[in-house]
């Protein structure tokens, strides 16, 4: 399965609000959707999860569950996001099956190994700058971070899955993190404020 370059990570207090972000970013071309919604019971979240799983399939694009492979399994999500704290990678893969896709934070080099090690299908490496959309911020990487990293893994011809870049990118900045080889981004604030950007992200990500 060929991924999509552009990931929309979902906000919203409620399930109101995280449904209707979601429909806009949909609506305005976007093809992948993973569900973040920390603070909700997991009752509530499981039936928002149902929701957004229609909302995607009637577009078709994809819809991972940030952080729950019981959510994720219960919804049969395409798939399910990670934290470096979250339950294990080997985990998801055996309750989830072989053609579901599984997604890793990393912040490292230590973390991308690990992830790589693990079979991520993808790994959302981060924060590219500060967020206000995470409380509890791993350090900061910058260019100068992901290009270590990248010339890291390139200098030993180590095989990586698709590297996302993640944490308060913009418009401006995709040239250069595609110039030092990552293969897309996650993006959150700047769709769920200006669901129109969605189509210049894509445009930009070619």
């Avoid at 290009?147 to 200098?155: D, F, P, S, V």
Wanted: glycine residues 10%; aromatic residues 6%.
């Amino acid at each position: 399965m060929k991924l999509s370059k552009l990931q929309y990570i979902s906000q919203g207090t409620t399930a109101k609000e995280q449904a209707y972000h979601i429909q806009q970013a949909l609506d305005h071309g976007a093809d992948w959707i993973q569900l973040r919604w920390k603070t909700a019971a997991d009752e509530e979240r499981i039936k928002l999860a149902e929701q957004v799983k229609q909302q995607c399939q009637q577009y078709q694009a994809i819809c991972i569950i940030n952080d729950s492979i019981a959510v994720a399994k219960h919804i049969d999500a395409d798939g399910v996001h990670l934290g470096l704290d979250d339950e294990g990678i080997e985990k998801a893969r055996s309750v989830l099956g072989q053609g579901k896709i599984i997604g890793g934070t990393a912040n490292t080099i230590t973390d991308v190994i690990k992830r790589i090690d693990e079979g991520c299908s993808y790994i959302g490496l981060g924060p590219y700058r500060t967020t206000r959309t995470k409380e509890k911020l791993s350090p900061i990487l910058g260019l100068e971070g992901y290009r270590e990293i990248m010339q890291y893994l390139k200098n030993r011809a180590i095989h990586c899955p698709p590297i996302y870049a993640i944490g308060g990118i913009g418009l401006t900045d995709i040239q250069s993190l595609l110039a030092e080889g990552i293969y897309g981004v996650a993006v959150s604030k700047v769709i769920t404020d200006t669901p129109t950007i969605v189509s210049d992200f894509k445009k930009r990500l070619r």
